[in-house]
């Protein structure tokens, strides 16, 4: 049988009772102190009773979780909790569950009162982070009418929900504010070519080269010339998604930028016909595959979304992912994302023997404002000032993203390495 503890107004009845049997044994308003003293023991009893049957009651109330299997970032979703009681007693029940923290759940507590073979539902929402999230269990909690006594069990309900992470432009656009400041960088995306594709009104960012001055005087309005890219953008990625990267504020840990960021890259290589190598770092795991044609962005979101916080710290090396990324292809641009408490002695050895020349490592830190967060970036950043000299030996690109503006920016740069052959005219 569970055992039965004693809830708040418990303790505060009981407490009144001892002062109220202490003032009758003083001669303090009595008898009325003796009657305050009774009554209150008596409900504590009545209570104590009701309760105990309850306690016998909870281990045939079953819940059942409904949750929506697959999501997108940034989409609440709702969770339906169906409780059942299948006991021959009314009982009033608390069901709280156990929501995994980066689904960052509000309210995650439903109470309700059930009749002999009744069922009901509650649900509460949650707002998703990317990957993958599992629920552990949840709590039953039965009590006595007056709330002073109560049981609980838990009840193991294993279920998931896998959420896929969104490109940084829709992610920012998203997450504009009224003045729309999301809008520029849509027009990144877009490029330009040699061979002449179209005209089309220019929109906020684009690039004025592009702007084409005959039409714009004639219509009265800014045109741009839009081109046809001539080189297909071809890349090599490592998204390191292990232990390391998913401390910090859900939805701003590094993990959610670096996922974010990959399906960037996808977007642009499938945009342009390309190909992409992937590797997923998982701690002690490795994943790999090459994409090509048009589902390049949406098969890397379905693998991000199966990926979430393990117990692992990275045991694979550095050197060998980095080897069979870039192995035979010196021309493939060679793209790290990598999260915090990278070693940079292994970073710069994985670095120096790859084979491409066109190698770009971004770091990323948790870009929330809580005390972990900073706390990370502060340390990191003392890193990396201390490393910069010896990564940049190795001849390639780094960068240390650190805030959402600098995530947006490093993919702006990247679509410019992507487009431009010889490793692009952008910089780090």
């Not at 059942?84 to 439903?110: G, H, K, M, T, Y």
């Not at 729309?180 to 330009?192: A, D, F, M, N, Q």
Request: charged share 20%; with cysteine; glycine share 10%.
């Amino acid at each position: 049988m569970p055992e039965i503890y004693p809830t708040r107004r418990a303790l505060l009845a009981g407490i009144l009772a001892f002062l109220f049997f202490a003032m009758q044994a003083l001669g303090i308003y009595s008898p009325y102190t003796g009657i305050g003293a009774s009554l209150l023991t008596g409900v504590l009893a009545i209570s104590m009773a009701v309760a105990e049957r309850a306690s016998r009651a909870v281990f045939r109330v079953n819940v059942e979780r409904r949750v929506p299997p697959r999501l997108a970032e940034g989409v609440p979703a709702r969770v339906d909790l169906v409780v059942c009681n299948d006991s021959p007693e009314d009982l009033i029940v608390s069901v709280e569950d156990q929501v995994p923290e980066r689904l960052r759940a509000l309210e995650r507590e439903v109470d309700m009162r059930l009749q002999p073979g009744e069922c009901r539902r509650g649900s509460y929402r949650v707002e998703p982070a990317p990957g993958y999230h599992s629920y552990p269990s949840l709590l039953v909690e039965a009590r006595d009418p007056l709330g002073m006594f109560a049981s609980w069990r838990k009840l193991k309900r294993p279920s998931s929900i896998s959420v896929y992470p969104l490109g940084i432009a829709e992610y920012w656009v998203s997450h504009a504010g009224p003045q729309g400041r999301g809008e520029p960088l849509y027009s990144t995306w877009k490029g330009g070519g040699l061979e002449f594709y179209q005209l089309r009104d220019y929109v906020p960012g684009d690039d004025v080269r592009f702007i084409a001055w005959s039409a714009t005087a004639r219509l009265g309005r800014p045109i741009v010339r839009e081109g046809v890219s001539q080189v297909s953008p071809h890349a090599s990625l490592l998204v390191d998604l292990s232990l390391e990267s998913w401390p910090g504020t859900p939805g701003e840990a590094p993990a959610d930028w670096i996922m974010r960021t990959a399906v960037t890259i996808a977007e642009i290589i499938e945009a342009g016909g390309g190909t992409l190598r992937y590797g997923i770092l998982l701690g002690e795991t490795w994943e790999e595959g090459l994409l090509s044609g048009e589902y390049i962005a949406e098969t890397l979101r379905h693998r991000l979304s199966l990926a979430g916080p393990s117990n692992v710290k990275r045991r694979v090396k550095l050197g060998a992912l980095v080897d069979r990324l870039s192995h035979g292809e010196p021309g493939r641009p060679l793209i790290l994302l990598l999260g915090p408490g990278q070693s940079y002695n292994s970073l710069v050895k994985a670095l120096s023997g790859a084979s491409t020349n066109c190698k770009i490592a971004l770091l990323y830190t948790p870009t929330g404002s809580g005390s972990v967060d900073t706390a990370v970036r502060l340390v990191e950043e003392r890193y990396y000032k201390a490393n910069i000299a010896s990564l940049r030996r190795v001849g390639a690109r780094f960068y240390l993203v650190t805030t959402r503006g600098a995530a947006i920016e490093v993919a702006r740069r990247l679509w410019e390495v992507l487009r431009e052959p010889g490793c692009g005219a952008g910089y780090f």
